[in-house]
């Protein structure tokens, strides 16, 4: 019989935690999976639907209702009667967490996407929940899953049982961008073959810095590159962000695409990918994502995002525009002037990440991680 695993996670919208719970409980051909969200069904409820996945929509808003939302989560536990919970995220670590100690399951497993919790970047109520998070880490949890090395270190220092933690990097299932062929987006845009197209995947979010990357492109010298910025809220409709592109008179080279589902493709048809965020990263996909799809990068060294890119593409220090203006400078070079060199950077970049990062590795990782018993170390 199929080991049964039950996931709780604060919702089921759009995000990277998200999407790797989905990638694991479709993959996962050993064990049985449901899924409890303790908010709404969102985007990937529907999607595990159709897959063929039970979720459970606990509908939680903040404190109303709050022992109902608990008592209903506890009773969905007992139904459900699983071999291992994982839970996803402080709020669901917390109260999952609790909630599945006090139905007496023993297979409980936190899990962790943050790598960053400044005050700068982070709710107060944020940050409550993961020191109190710390404090439980020693009784509730047999293990504290890390997406990241960065986000293992950093909860450690807070308190967290590192007796406990174990990182296991994003998986990805490269099925579809081995079935995609890169857009022709430059085509789209209007723009020459030869056109250098430089491009960021995210979110309009102070974390992912657009400010700064924008700034940096402002000082790029040969006024022939050109960028595209992809994510909600990337549009013209922004007027924060058109501010700012028009005061560096960069309009005529900026490309605001908005949110797209075609993201596969559209990392194949750019030049260079950069990730500009100042903090916050755990284990940044779009930059796996990118050089999955052959497309080099740019990274600022937050969370894993060096680790991704190992000696494959450019890392700089956060926040500093010049720093990435001149690096984006010298990829650029790179594949004018050294074009054989550029193309095998290229073949290179999908190849570690698909070794290193595949859903199947992850899969397995996780498998260890619900087979341990409850006194195991992890280092």
């Known amino acids: 019989m199929k080991k049964h695993v039950v996931h709780i996670i604060t919702g089921l919208e759009n995000g990277g935690a998200e999407g790797v719970l989905f990638r694991l409980c479709i993959h996962d051909a050993k064990c049985r999976h449901s899924v409890i969200s303790l908010t709404s069904e969102g985007k990937f409820g529907l999607l595990l639907r159709q897959e063929g996945i039970q979720v459970i929509s606990l509908g939680m808003r903040g404190n109303i209702g709050l022992l109902r939302k608990l008592l209903q989560l506890r009773k969905a536990l007992k139904e459900l009667s699983p071999d291992v919970v994982q839970t996803w995220m402080y709020h669901a670590d917390l109260i999952g967490g609790l909630t599945a100690k006090l139905s007496r399951i023993k297979n409980i497993n936190w899990n962790i996407r943050h790598s960053n919790l400044s005050r700068s970047h982070n709710s107060l109520s944020t940050i409550l929940v993961a020191k109190l998070c710390a404090w439980l880490s020693r009784s509730i949890p047999n293990s504290i899953v890390c997406c990241a090395e960065q986000a293992r270190r950093t909860h450690e220092e807070l308190g967290y049982d590192s007796s406990k933690t174990v990182v296991i990097p994003n998986g990805y299932d490269f099925s579809e961008t081995n079935r995609t062929t890169p857009k022709n987006i430059k085509k789209e845009l209007s723009l ?70 075609d993201i596969p ?59 990435l203006s001149e690096s984006i400078q010298k990829a650029l070079s790179e594949k004018r002037d050294k074009p054989t060199l550029w193309e095998q950077r290229k073949i290179d970049c999908s190849q570690s990440v698909r070794q290193r990062f595949s859903v199947e590795k992850m899969i397995s990782a996780y498998h260890k991680v619900w ?7 992890y280092k």
Not at 235 to 241: A, P
Not at 312 to 317: A, F, R, T
Not at 371 to 377: G, L, M, Q, R, V
Request: with cysteine; net charge negative; aromatic share 2%.
């Open 371 to 377: 087979e341990k018993a409850k006194d195991s170390i």
């Open 192 to 261: 020459n073959k030869a056109t250098p197209l430089v491009g960021m995947v995210a979110r309009y979010n102070p974390q992912k810095n657009h400010a700064i990357l924008l700034r940096a492109f402002s000082l790029i010298e040969h006024d022939d590159v050109h960028l595209a910025l992809i994510g909600p809220s990337i549009t013209k409709e922004n007027n924060e962000l058109i501010t700012l592109i028009r005061s560096l008179n960069i309009s005529e080279r900026v490309h605001l695409l908005g949110e797209r589902t």
């Open 265 to 323: 493709s559209l990392m194949g048809g750019l030049d260079l990918h950069v990730l500009s965020s100042s903090s916050g990263e755990g284990f940044p996909n779009v930059v796996a994502e990118a050089m999955a799809s052959g497309t080099p990068c740019v990274v600022t060294d937050v969370g894993d995002a060096a680790v991704i890119v190992d000696n494959l593409g450019w890392v700089v220090e956060p926040s500093n525009e010049h720093a």
